[in-house]
C-alpha cells in the first residue's frame, strides 16, 4: 500500500456529503413528549377528522366490552384497552369507517358494597336509608371512576368517542335493558323459580358462576353411612315360566340364595363421602352408576373405640372400598359379594339423622346419576337437591317415578340468607353454615356432632381443595335452594330453545384463537338456567310484575296491555332512570287501567344480573348508534370471559334477535409475572400500567403486547420491560436515519422501477412482501407477527444490510447519481410504509416521525391509510437472487471481522477480500454483483472454485471461501475508500473520480445558489 494513504486531507470534505439531518431526537422522551401530543389530538379533533374521513366507507365495529367503574385500571386492563386500540386503527387504516365506542359497566354489587363500606365506616344503616338515595350514591361513584378511567385510557394511546361513551346506568340504556328483559318474558322464557344457586352470605345475593372465583379451602369431610330399610331389602324376583306358560318351582339353592341376599342387604348400610357436612340435613336421596362395580363389603377387625364396628356391612364401589376402610381405620375387612346396580332400584335408605328432634322419618331413595363416579368418594353421592345443581337435576329428573313411589318432592328451604339452619332442618335451627363476616359457622360442627352420636359416623378428615369465593368480598359461597328469577336454557318451548339457539350461534362464529370455540361451546351444552335475579338495589330492576294468586307473571304474550305496559315502564325509564321503579306509586303507575285490580299484583324488586345488562348492550349501541352497526365485526376480552361478556351477550342476543352480536370473539390471556406467577399485592410483583408509562412511555407498554402472543398469558416485569425498551430504541435509531437521509429527498429525484438498480429493486420487492404479511396479520389480529417482521425489516434487513451499503452512495455520489436518486426513491416509499403500518402499534413514535418529516398544524399519520405498495414490486425471482447474495455476503463479512478482531485491518474500507464460490446456484447470484459494494470493502474479487484450504468458512454457507488482504491503493480523502484511482483528476488530487465529480456538482450548485 503506497504511504500516501495515511496522509493528511488537503480540505475537509465533510460539508459537501449528503450526511443525515434531522432534529430528530435519539432519546425519545416518551413520558414528557406523548402529553403533548394527546393534547394535539383533541386541538386539532383528531376523532371527528377521522370520522369524517371515513363518511361513506364500509363499517368495521369492534364492540367495547365494557370495563367496570370502580378502580384504577391494572396491566390487565391496558393489554385489553391497546389491543382493541390496535384492531380499531388498523382497519381504519386499511380502508374501513372504524369508529371505536368506549363504554362502562355501572351497576352492580362491587359499587354497591364500597358504598356500603362507607356506611359501615361511618356506622350507618343501608336498609335505613331510601332507596333512591343509595342508589344516587353508587350512581356518583361510578361517574367518579368512569372520569379517572376514561384519563387513564386515553393517556394509552386510545382513540375513540371518549366525549360521548355507552354508560350502563345511562336512562336510555336503562329502559333497553329492561325492554330487553320484558322481551324474555313475552316469549315465555322468564319464569320464577326455586333452584339451589351459588349465595353469597356476606353479601347477601345469589351470584351467577362470573361472578365467582376458586381459592384453597380446608373442609370438614365425613363418611357417613345410610341403613338401608329393612322393608325395602325384599330381593326382587323375576319368576320363570315353562313353555306353556307356567311357573317354574324355584330350586332349594336359589331359594337359600335369594334369602341369604335379601338379609345382608337388610343388615347393610350405603356409605357416602361428602365435603360438606352442614348438607346432610338436606339429604333426600343418594346417587349412584350403573358404570360402578359395587360389593359388600364386611368390617372383620376393628379398635373396639372404633366408629366402624366388626360386623358392620358397608356398599361400596368397589375401586375404592380399600380406601374408605382406610379412612375407616378399619384393620380387616372382606368382600362377601358383588351388588349390581339394578338391585338399588327398589332399594330406601334412613336418613342417617332419623329421629332427631322428631325429624329425617321420611326415606331416602337410591336413583340413577351420570355424574357418579368411582374415581373419589364412595361409589355413591349424597343428594340434596336444595345444594348443588347436579343434586337438584337428579332429584327433579326421578321427580314422577319419586312421586309413584309415594315419596315427596318437596325440596326444602334448610339454610336461609343469613347462612342459618331453618326449620326445614330440624334439630339444628340458627346454627350458621357462614358467618356475616363470610368465615366458617358452627353447622359443620353441630352435623357431624349428630351423626356420631346417632351412631352414623364411619370416618372424618379435613381437605384442602378449591372452593368457590365471590370474587367481590373473596369469601367462600354457599349452594342454597332459594326462589329466584331464571331465563330457561331449554327446548322446552317448542324445540328451539336457547340452548340450540347459542350452540348453532358459537358455530357461525369465528374465534381466534380457534379454541375459543370449544370452550364457549362446552359451557353453553352443559350450564343450567341463568338465574339473573339479584336480592340487591343498584342496578337494573327485574320490571314485572307477579299475580298474588295465580302466580301469572306480565307483561306476557297473553296480556292484551302487554305492549303498553312495557312502553309506560320504559318511557319512565328514559325520562327518569331506573329508580322510576322504586317510587312508592311504581305499581300503580305502571298497571293502572291495564289490568282489573293493580293490588291484586305483586311488584318485583329483585335486580338484574349485571351480566345481563353488559349481554344486552349490543341492543343500545350498535343498534341504536348511526356511526357503529349491529353486529359487530369483533368482540375482544380476556379469556375469562367466554364464562362472562361473550357469553352472556351470546344468550341474550339468541334469546332476543336468534342469533349472535358478533362475527368473531377475539380472546387474551391473563398478565403474569416475569417469572411464570401470578401477580398480587402480597407477592410484590405487581406491574402498574401508570408507573411502566411514568418510567418508560404508553408506546414501551404497547410494544410489549405487540411483541407477546395475546392469545396465551403474557408475562411482564422489569427485565422483559427493558429488553423491550432496547427494541424500541433499536427501531427509532432506524428510524432517525432514515428521516436524516430523506432530508436531501426532492420530488424531482424520484426514480423509476425500470432505472433502478437490483439492491433497490429488491429491497423494493421485501416492501412488498412485507406489505402482505403486514395486511393479513392485521386480518389475522397477528400482531406479534407484523411486530417481528417490521422490526427485522428494520434493523436487519435496514440498518444491518440496505443501509449500511448504501451509506457510501447516499453521502458520496453525485446529487446527479441514478443509484443515489434511486435509494431516496426506496427510501421515502420505505418511510411510508413503515410509518403507517406501525401507526396502530406506536400511535405517539410514527405521528412524531411523520411531523418530523412532515410538520403540519393540522396533519397526523393516522389521518392516513397504509402505504399502497404496486404489485411490480413483487419479484420472487429476484428475492431468492438477493438471499443467495446475502448468504454470500454473510461469510465476506464474517472473514473481515476476524481481520479487525486481530488488528490486521482497522475498517472493512481497507480490505479487498477474494471470495472463492463452488456452489453454482451462489456464483450465478453474484452474476452482475459489485461485491466490494455490497460487502462494504474497498475493492473485492470472485473467483470460482474451492479456495485455499485456509480460507475462512461459515458452515451454514457451504461453497464460499474467503481469503482475506489488503486493499491496494490510496485512501480518499472524501470517501475514505482505498483506490487506484484516488488523484487521477488532477483537479482533485486526494479523491477519486467519483468523488471528483460529486465536487463539480456540489460547487456549481454553490453558484447557482449564489
Known amino acids: 500500500m503506497s504511504s500516501e494513504t495515511d496522509s493528511a486531507p488537503a480540505r475537509d470534505y465533510s460539508e459537501t456529503l449528503f450526511l443525515p439531518k434531522t432534529e430528530f431526537p435519539m432519546r425519545a422522551g416518551l413520558p414528557k413528549r406523548e402529553p403533548e401530543f394527546l393534547a394535539r389530538w383533541d386541538g386539532m379533533d383528531l376523532y371527528r377528522r377521522l370520522r369524517e374521513a371515513s363518511r361513506g366507507k364500509e363499517k368495521f365495529v369492534l364492540h367495547d366490552g365494557p370495563p367496570y367503574a370502580n378502580g384504577h385500571i391494572h396491566i390487565g386492563t391496558a393489554l385489553n384497552k391497546i389491543l382493541k386500540d390496535v384492531i380499531v386503527r388498523s382497519r381504519q387504516m386499511a380502508g374501513f369507517d372504524a369508529n371505536y365506542v368506549p363504554g362502562w359497566d355501572c351497576h352492580g354489587l362491587p359499587i354497591e358494597w364500597k358504598i356500603e363500606e362507607q356506611y359501615r365506616a361511618k356506622g350507618h344503616d343501608k336498609d335505613e336509608v331510601p332507596v333512591n338515595e343509595f342508589r344516587a350514591e353508587c350512581r356518583q361513584f361510578a361517574e367518579e371512576w368512569i372520569d379517572v378511567q376514561r384519563s387513564e385510557f386515553r393517556r394509552l394511546g386510545v382513540e375513540g368517542d371518549w366525549s360521548n361513551p355507552y354508560l350502563t346506568m345511562s336512562f336510555a340504556a336503562e329502559a333497553q335493558i329492561a325492554r330487553e328483559l320484558m322481551k324474555f318474558a313475552m316469549s315465555g322464557a322468564l319464569y320464577r323459580g326455586s333452584k339451589p344457586v351459588m349465595w353469597s352470605v356476606v353479601e347477601k345475593t345469589a351470584l351467577a358462576e362470573a361472578e365467582v372465583e376458586y381459592h384453597d379451602h380446608q373442609s370438614d369431610t365425613i363418611w357417613a353411612k345410610f341403613p338401608i330399610s329393612a322393608g325395602s331389602a325384599t330381593p326382587q324376583v323375576e319368576i320363570e315360566v315353562d313353555e306353556e306358560g307356567r311357573p317354574i318351582p324355584f330350586r332349594a339353592e336359589q331359594i337359600q340364595a335369594l334369602a341369604s341376599q335379601g338379609n345382608d342387604l337388610a343388615q347393610a348400610s350405603v356409605v357416602i363421602w361428602t365435603t360438606t357436612p352442614w348438607t346432610i340435613p338436606g339429604n333426600r336421596a343418594i346417587a349412584y352408576s350403573t358404570r360402578v362395580s359395587y360389593g359388600l363389603y364386611r368390617v372383620t377387625e376393628a379398635a373396639a373405640d372404633n366408629w366402624a364396628e366388626v360386623g358392620d356391612l358397608y356398599i361400596l364401589a368397589d375401586a375404592l372400598a380399600a380406601e374408605v376402610m382406610s379412612a375407616a381405620r378399619v384393620e380387616g375387612h372382606e368382600r362377601v359379594r358383588a351388588v349390581e346396580p339394578s338391585e338399588f332400584a327398589k332399594l330406601v335408605c334412613e336418613h342417617p339423622l332419623r329421629g332427631l328432634e322428631g325429624g329425617y322419618q321420611f326415606a331416602v331413595p337410591l336413583l340413577e346419576g351420570e355424574h357418579v363416579t368411582d374415581e373419589a368418594g364412595t361409589g355413591f353421592v349424597h343428594t340434596a337437591p336444595s345444594h348443588g345443581a347436579e343434586d337438584f337435576e337428579v332429584w327433579m329428573e326421578h321427580r314422577a317415578d319419586l312421586i309413584r313411589s309415594g315419596i315427596d318432592p318437596t325440596i326444602p328451604y334448610t339454610v336461609d340468607a343469613d347462612g342459618a339452619y331453618t326449620s326445614d332442618a330440624p334439630g339444628f335451627e340458627g346454627r350458621r353454615v357462614i358467618t356475616d363476616k363470610g368465615e366458617t359457622g358452627d353447622a359443620n360442627k353441630t352435623v357431624i356432632e349428630a351423626l356420631r352420636q346417632a351412631g352414623r359416623l364411619v370416618a372424618r378428615s379435613r381437605l384442602k381443595h378449591q372452593y368457590p369465593h365471590s370474587w367481590r368480598s373473596k369469601k367462600p359461597v354457599i349452594f342454597r335452594n332459594t326462589p329466584q328469577w331464571f331465563i330457561s336454557m331449554g327446548d322446552e318451548l317448542g324445540g328451539d330453545g336457547l340452548r340450540s339457539k347459542a350452540l348453532e350461534a358459537i358455530e357461525a362464529t369465528r374465534f381466534v384463537p380457534p379454541s375459543g370455540q370449544n370452550r364457549l361451546r362446552g359451557m353453553i351444552e352443559h350450564r343450567p338456567d341463568w338465574v339473573i335475579s339479584r336480592q340487591r338495589a343498584w342496578g337494573v330492576p327485574i320490571t314485572v310484575f307477579v299475580h298474588r294468586e295465580t302466580g301469572e307473571v306480565i307483561p306476557n304474550a297473553a296480556l292484551a296491555n ?449
Open 562 to 1010: 302487554a305492549d303498553a305496559l312495557i312502553s309506560r315502564i320504559a318511557e319512565a325509564f328514559e325520562a327518569e332512570g331506573a329508580d322510576a321503579w322504586f317510587d312508592e306509586r311504581a305499581a300503580q303507575r305502571f298497571l293502572e287501567g291495564l289490568v282489573d285490580d293493580p293490588a291484586e299484583w305483586d311488584q318485583v324488586h329483585d335486580i338484574l344480573d349485571v351480566w345481563f345488562d353488559s349481554g344486552s348492550t349490543h341492543s343500545f349501541v350498535l343498534e341504536q348508534r348511526p356511526d357503529l352497526k349491529w353486529p359487530a365485526d369483533v368482540y375482544l376480552e380476556g379469556s375469562d370471559q367466554h364464562r362472562g361478556w361473550f357469553h352472556s351477550s351470546l344468550l341474550e342476543s339468541c334469546g332476543t334477535r336468534g342469533r349472535a352480536p358478533y362475527d368473531a370473539v377475539i380472546t387474551h390471556g391473563f398478565t403474569m409475572a416475569e417469572d411464570g406467577r401470578k401477580m398480587s399485592k402480597s407477592l410484590g410483583n405487581t406491574i402498574a400500567p401508570q408507573d411502566v408509562i411514568a418510567q418508560y412511555g404508553a408506546d414501551i407498554l404497547r410494544l410489549w403486547v405487540m411483541w407477546s402472543d395475546y392469545t396465551d398469558d403474557q408475562r411482564i416485569g422489569a427485565e422483559i420491560l427493558k429488553s423491550t425498551a432496547d427494541s424500541y430504541r433499536k427501531l427509532r435509531n432506524t428510524l432517525r436515519w432514515l428521516l436524516g437521509s430523506l432530508h436531501h429527498y426532492r420530488e424531482e429525484d424520484r426514480v423509476s422501477l425500470e432505472e433502478m438498480p437490483e439492491l433497490e429493486r429488491y429491497v423494493l420487492h421485501r416492501l412488498a412482501e412485507l406489505d402482505a404479511i403486514v395486511r393479513q396479520g392485521y386480518a389475522d389480529y397477528d400482531f406479534k407477527r407484523i411486530m417481528q417482521a417490521v422490526f427485522n425489516f428494520a434493523t436487519v434487513d435496514l440498518s444491518a444490510f440496505y443501509f449500511d451499503i448504501r451509506k457510501d452512495a447516499l453521502y458520496c455520489d453525485p446529487a446527479s447519481s441514478v443509484t443515489r436518486r434511486a435509494c431516496l426513491t426506496v427510501l421515502d416509499r420505505i418511510f411510508h410504509s413503515v410509518t403507517t403500518w406501525l401507526a396502530p402499534m406506536l400511535p405517539f413514535t410514527m405521528e412524531e416521525v411523520w411531523l418530523s418529516r412532515f410538520p403540519d398544524e393540522e396533519g397526523s399519520v393516522h389521518l392516513r391509510g397504509f402505504a399502497e405498495v404496486p404489485t411490480e414490486w413483487r419479484d420472487d425471482a429476484l428475492g431468492e437472487k438477493w438471499r443467495k447474495v446475502r448468504r454470500v455476503r454473510r461469510v465476506v463479512t464474517g472473514a473481515i471481522e476476524i481481520e479487525r478482531a486481530d488488528k490486521r485491518i482497522g475498517s472493512s474500507l481497507e480490505a479487498a477480500p477474494v471470495v472463492h464460490v463452488s456452489d453454482a446456484s451462489l456464483l450465478a447470484a453474484l452474476e452482475g454483483v459489485d461485491l466490494a459494494e455490497i460487502s462494504i470493502t474497498s475493492q473485492a474479487s470472485l473467483v470460482e472454485g474451492e479456495g485455499p484450504a485456509d480460507a475462512y468458512r461459515w458452515e451454514d454457507v457451504p461453497g464460499v471461501a474467503v481469503v482475506a488482504a489488503l486493499a491496494e491503493g490510496r485512501k480518499c480523502a472524501r470517501s475514505w475508500k482505498i483506490l487506484p484511482d484516488v488523484g487521477s483528476d488532477p483537479d482533485y488530487p486526494d479523491i477519486t473520480p467519483r468523488d471528483a465529480q460529486a465536487m463539480r456538482e456540489f460547487e456549481a450548485a454553490q453558484l447557482a445558489a449564489e
